[in-house]
């Protein structure tokens, strides 16, 4: 698992730019069966999203596979922490 920050959502590709804690930046695209888990204030957990629930700005964990010299890859797994 990665950790970052989204720093470019592109919600018509389903793709974001996520700014590692290292300075890495990797190119994610999201497909639809993707995990997405995003922060419940309510119950300070985290819960079922979509894309859609996701913000430029928002603190992420994720998981990514095929990754690609330019820093491109798939994110599998991505869950909000912020």
């Known amino acids: 698992m990665l950790e970052g920050r989204i720093s470019k959502l592109d919600l018509d590709r389903r793709s974001a730019v996520i700014v590692a804690t290292d300075g890495r930046e990797y190119t994610v695209s999201i497909p ?3 995990n997405i888990e995003v922060s419940e204030l309510e119950t300070v957990g ?19 596979k095929d990754h690609q010299p330019d820093g491109s890859c798939t994110c599998t797994n991505l869950e909000s922490i912020s």
């Not at 985290?46 to 990514?64: K, P, R, S």
Request: aromatic share 10%; charged share 25%; hydrophobic share 45%.
């Open 46 to 64: 985290t819960m079922g999203g979509t894309i859609e629930d996701l913000e430029v700005g928002f603190h992420v964990v994720f998981e990514a």
């Open 32 to 34: 639809e069966e993707a």
